[in-house]
C-alpha cells in the first residue's frame, strides 16, 4: 500500500481503538455494547492488516495470544452469569447495591450516569473482549492464507 | 439454596463453561482437558436424569425457568401482565429428549477418545463439541421462539465446523459447505416466521402466542415458513441432499451426535405443530402435509440406500427413511386431535409409537454409525466394494451389526418392532395404504442391512486384512452399552412406554397444561 | 399505500433477490453473497415491525420525546446480525479450504474435476 495510506492509518488506528472502547463501555448509556464496540476495535486489525500487509508481526506471530483473549472474555461472560446463581442464573447482583457499578437509574429522561446497571457493563467489556479477539483470529489466520497463496505453493499448511 | 431447582441452566450451562475452559487447559495438559470434558459430561447426565425423574415426569405440569428474575418461578413480576424474561419451560417430551442427548454426548466424547487421538487440532473439535451438546440441550429446553432460533444457529455453526472437520480431504469442506449453506437458509426462513409472529402479537414467548394467536392469512404464511424451515433441518425428503453428504463425510462420533441435532428440530416442528398453533388451525391438514412428508422420506430413503456403495451414506439414507416413520406416527395423531373419540382410538397409539421410535432411532442409528466407525478405524477403507470377510477378524463388531440391524428394521425382540408395531397397527385404522408402504420400505430396510453384512463381513477372509484385530475397548464399550439399552428396551418395552413415552404423548396433547405453567 | 409499506416491499424484492442468486449463479462466492442479501432483507423486516410514528430512538439519555419505537426488535435484529456474521466467517473459510483443494471456485469445474 501507498505511503498515504500507511501515514493516515497510523495516525488513524488509535482513534478508532479508543471509540470502539468508548461504544463498548457505554453500552448501556448510548447505542452499542460489545459486539458493536468489538468490532469497531477488529476493524482498527483490519485497517492495520491491509495497510501494512506481512510488516505487522505484532498481528501476525500473536496468534495463540488472541485465542486466549478470546477464551478468557468468554469464560469470563459465563462465570458472571453463575455468580448470580443464588437467586437465579444471569440475575443482576451488582445493580443497585452500590458496590461496583451500583447507583439506581433515575427514572425517565436523564442525562445518563456511567455508574449505573450493574453486571452490564462487565458482560459488555467481556463480550467485547471476546469479539475483537474472534474477528482479530479470523481476520489474521485469512490473511495469513493468503499470504501463503500469494507467496509460493510450497508453504501451504497441510 | 437447593442448586438442583436451577438444573435447566446448569444443564446448558456446563457444557457450555467447559467448552470454553478447553482451549486454555489443552496448552497446559491434554490428560487433564479430557479428564474435565469427562467429568463435565457426566454430571451434565447425572443432572439431566436427575431433574428429569424427580421433576418433571411425576408432575403433569411443566417445570418454567426465569432467567434474570428473583426467584426461577416468577414468570409475571409484579405490574406485569405478560412474561418479559427469557423462559426455559420444560414439559415430559421436552426431559425425553434431552434424556436421549445426554446418552449420545456422553457415549460419542468417550468414542472420540479413541478414535480421534490421531488426529491435530483436537482441542478445536472438543470445544465445537460441547458447543453443539449445549446448544441441542437449549433446543430442547426453550420456551421462546427468538431464543430457540439462537440455539438453532449455534448449533448449526457448530455442526457444520465438525462436518468439516478432516480439512485435506475435498469431500469433507465440500460437505461442510453445502450443509452450511441449507443450514442458514433454513434458519432465515425460521427467522422470518418468527418476525412475522412477533409483529403481528408482540410477544415471542410460545405460551403466551398460543393464547393470542387466530387463524389470519399472515399466521397461515408463518406456519408454512415454520414447517419448510425445520423439515429442511430434519432432512426429510423434498430437502433431504444435505443429509448423505453431512452424515457420511464427517468423523463417526460426530455423525451420532448429529442425528440428535435432527432429532431436536423434529421436536420443535411437534412443539410448533401441537402447541403454538394447537386447534386454532385445521390440524387435520397439517397432520395430512406431515404424513406425506413422512412418507415420501421413508420411500426415497430406504431406496436410494439400495445403490449406495459407502457404508456411512448408506446408514444415512436409513436415517432419512427412519424420520419418515416419527413424522408419520406423530401426523397421524396430529389429524386425529380435534377429534377426542378417533384419538383415543388410534391417534394416541400412532403418537406413542412416532415418539418411541424417536429413542430408538437415536440409539440403533447411533451404534450403526459407531460400528461404521469401527470398521474404518481398523482398516480406512469406506467403501464396500473394497471389504469382505471382515466377521473373522471382527467377531464382536458382527454380531453387535446385526444385532442393531434388526433392532431398526423392526425385527423382534428387539426396540425397533415395539415401536414400528404400534405405528402400523393406529396407521391402518387411518389408511390401510399408508400402513403397508410402512411394512414393505421396512423390509427393503432389512434388504439393505443384508446387502451391507454380506458384502462387509462374510466372505472368504481377504489377504490384506490379516493383521486386522476387533477394535480397541475405548471404541467397543460404548456400542456394548448402546447395545444393551437396545435389547433391554426390547424386553421389557413396558417400562420405557409407560415411565417414559407416555407423559410425553400427554404433554404434546394438552395444550393447556403449557400455556396455564406461565401463570396467566 | 405503498409509500406507507415501502420497507416491507424492499424486504421482499430482497429476500427474492437473495433466493435468486441461490439458484442461479455458479459462482462459490456469490453463492454466500446472496446469502449475505437474504439475511440483510430478513433484519430489515424485523427493525421495520418496531417502527411508530412520530416516535425518537428508544434511549433515555438526552431523549428529545418519550415516544419511542419498540426496543425489542432492535435486540433481536443485533442477535441476528451477529450470528450472520458468524455463518458467513464460516462459510468463507470453507470456500479458502475449497480452493486450496480445487484450484477454482466456480461449481461446473468443480464437478468436472471431481469426475476426472
Known amino acids: 500500500m501507498s505511503k498515504i495510506v500507511k501515514t493516515i492509518t497510523r495516525i488513524a488506528y488509535v482513534f478508532i481503538i479508543t471509540f470502539g472502547i468508548y461504544v463498548i463501555v457505554h453500552g448501556h448509556l448510548t447505542p452499542g455494547g460489545g459486539f458493536q464496540g468489538g468490532a469497531v476495535i477488529a476493524s482498527s486489525f483490519a485497517l492495520l492488516l491491509i495497510a501494512y500487509g506481512k510488516e505487522i508481526k505484532f498481528l501476525l506471530q500473536n496468534e495463540n495470544n488472541f485465542s486466549l483473549l478470546e477464551s478468557l472474555g468468554a469464560l469470563a461472560f459465563i462465570c458472571l452469569a453463575l455468580i448470580g446463581l443464588g437467586t437465579t442464573f444471569f440475575h443482576n447482583f451488582l445493580a443497585n447495591s452500590g458496590i461496583l457499578f451500583g447507583n439506581s437509574v433515575a427514572y425517565g429522561v436523564n442525562s445518563g450516569d456511567l455508574n449505573t446497571s450493574g453486571v452490564l457493563p462487565l458482560m459488555n467489556i467481556s463480550v467485547g473482549l471476546k469479539v475483537l479477539a474472534g474477528i482479530g483470529s479470523i481476520l489474521i489466520v485469512m490473511m495469513i492464507s493468503v499470504f501463503e497463496d500469494l507467496g509460493g505453493e510450497s508453504k501451504r499448511r497441510r | ?188 426462513f425460521f427467522l422470518l416466521a418468527v418476525g412475522l409472529l412477533y409483529g403481528q402479537y408482540d410477544a415471542l414467548n410460545i405460551g403466551i402466542l398460543a393464547t393470542k394467536i387466530n387463524g389470519s392469512l399472515l399466521d397461515k404464511l408463518a406456519l408454512g415458513l415454520f414447517i419448510t424451515a425445520l423439515a429442511l433441518k430434519i432432512g426429510s425428503v423434498p430437502m433431504h441432499f444435505w443429509v448423505p453428504e453431512a452424515y457420511g463425510e464427517s468423523p463417526s462420533p460426530v455423525s451420532m451426535i ?263 | 399505500m405503498i409509500i406507507e409499506n415501502f420497507p416491507f416491499i424492499t424486504c421482499m424484492i430482497l429476500i427474492i433477490f437473495g433466493i435468486y442468486t441461490l439458484l442461479f449463479k455458479k459462482n462459490l462466492i456469490k453463492l454466500v453473497i446472496g446469502i449475505t442479501i437474504i439475511e440483510s432483507g430478513v433484519n430489515l423486516f424485523l427493525v421495520t415491525l418496531g417502527y411508530r410514528e412520530n416516535s425518537v430512538a428508544p434511549i433515555f439519555t438526552f431523549a428529545s420525546s418519550e415516544k419511542m419505537v419498540l426496543p425489542t426488535p432492535q435486540a433481536l435484529t443485533l442477535t441476528s446480525i451477529v450470528i450472520g456474521f458468524a455463518t458467513t466467517a464460516l462459510m468463507l473459510s470453507f470456500v479458502i479450504f475449497i480452493y486450496h483443494h480445487y484450484k477454482t471456485i466456480e461449481i461446473d469445474e468443480m464437478r468436472r474435476l471431481e469426475k476426472r
Not at chain 2, 457444557?15 to 470434558?37: A, D
Not at chain 2, 391402518?428 to 408402504?437: Q, W
Not at chain 2, 427393503?444 to 442391512?449: E, K, P, Q, S, Y
Request: proline content about 4%; hydrophobic content about 55%.
Open chain 2, 258 to 520: 448429529l442425528v440428535t441435532n435432527t432429532q431436536a428440530s423434529l421436536y420443535a416442528l411437534f412443539r410448533i405443530c401441537f402447541t403454538l398453533y394447537g386447534i386454532v388451525m385445521n390440524t387435520a391438514l397439517i397432520g395430512w402435509i406431515i404424513i406425506i412428508l413422512g412418507i415420501l422420506s421413508m420411500f426415497f430413503g430406504a431406496t436410494l440406500a439400495l445403490i449406495q456403495r459407502s457404508i456411512k451414506r448408506l446408514i444415512a439414507y436409513i436415517a432419512i427413511s427412519q424420520i419418515g416413520y416419527m413424522l408419520l406416527g406423530v401426523g397421524v395423531g396430529l389429524t386425529t386431535l380435534e377429534n377426542p373419540q378417533l384419538l383415543q382410538n388410534y391417534g394416541i397409539t400412532a403418537m406413542r409409537g412416532g415418539i418411541f421410535h424417536i429413542f430408538n432411532d437415536a440409539i440403533c442409528i447411533g451404534v450403526l454409525f459407531l460400528i461404521s466407525g469401527a470398521i474404518i478405524y481398523r482398516t480406512k477403507i469406506y467403501d464396500m466394494n473394497n471389504l469382505g470377510g471382515l466377521a473373522r477378524n471382527m467377531k464382536y463388531t458382527a454380531i453387535f451389526f446385526i444385532i442393531s440391524s434388526m433392532a431398526i428394521s423392526g425385527l423382534p425382540p428387539f426396540n425397533g418392532f415395539v415401536s414400528k408395531l404400534l405405528i402400523y397397527e393406529s396407521v391402518y385404522k387411518l389408511n390401510p395404504l399408508l400402513s403397508i408402504i410402512a411394512i414393505l420400505i421396512s423390509i427393503v430396510t432389512l434388504a439393505n442391512f443384508v446387502i451391507v453384512f454380506h458384502g462387509v463381513f462374510l466372505g472368504p477372509k481377504l489377504k490384506k486384512f490379516d493383521n486386522i484385530n476387533d477394535a480397541p475397548k475405548e471404541i467397543i464399550l460404548p456400542i456394548i452399552l448402546m447395545i444393551i439399552l437396545i435389547v433391554i428396551s426390547g424386553m421389557f418395552p413396558d417400562l420405557f412406554l409407560r415411565n417414559l413415552v407416555e407423559p410425553a404423548v400427554k404433554s404434546l396433547i394438552n395444550k393447556e397444561i403449557y400455556i396455564s405453567a406461565i401463570g396467566i
Open chain 2, 1 to 188: 439454596m437447593n442448586l438442583l431447582e436451577h438444573s435447566p441452566a446448569l444443564i446448558v450451562a456446563i457444557p457450555l463453561l467447559t467448552g470454553f475452559l478447553t482451549p486454555l487447559v489443552s496448552k497446559i495438559n491434554k490428560k487433564l482437558r479430557n479428564f474435565i470434558i469427562l467429568i463435565s459430561l457426566l454430571l451434565t447426565l447425572i443432572l439431566v436424569w436427575n431433574f428429569a425423574f424427580s421433576y418433571i415426569f411425576p408432575r403433569e405440569e411443566p417445570f418454567v425457568y426465569v432467567f434474570g428474575a428473583n426467584s426461577p418461578g416468577i414468570t409475571l413480576p409484579s405490574g406485569y401482565k405478560i412474561p418479559v424474561r427469557i423462559i426455559f419451560e420444560i414439559d415430559s417430551i421436552g426431559a425425553f429428549m434431552s434424556l436421549i442427548t445426554s446418552i449420545i454426548a456422553f457415549l460419542s466424547f468417550i468414542y472420540s477418545l479413541e478414535f480421534m487421538k490421531k488426529y491435530r487440532g483436537l482441542e478445536k473439535y472438543y470445544t465445537l463439541f460441547l458447543l453443539l451438546t449445549a446448544g441441542i440441550f437449549g433446543m430442547e429446553f426453550t420456551g421462546d421462539l427468538f431464543n430457540f432460533f439462537v440455539f438453532l444457529e449455534i448449533t448449526s455453526i457448530a455442526a457444520c465446523a465438525l462436518i468439516g472437520f478432516h480439512v485435506n480431504k475435498s469431500s469433507c469442506v465440500n460437505a461442510g459447505f453445502k450443509t452450511m449453506v441449507m443450514y442458514t437458509v433454513a434458519a432465515l
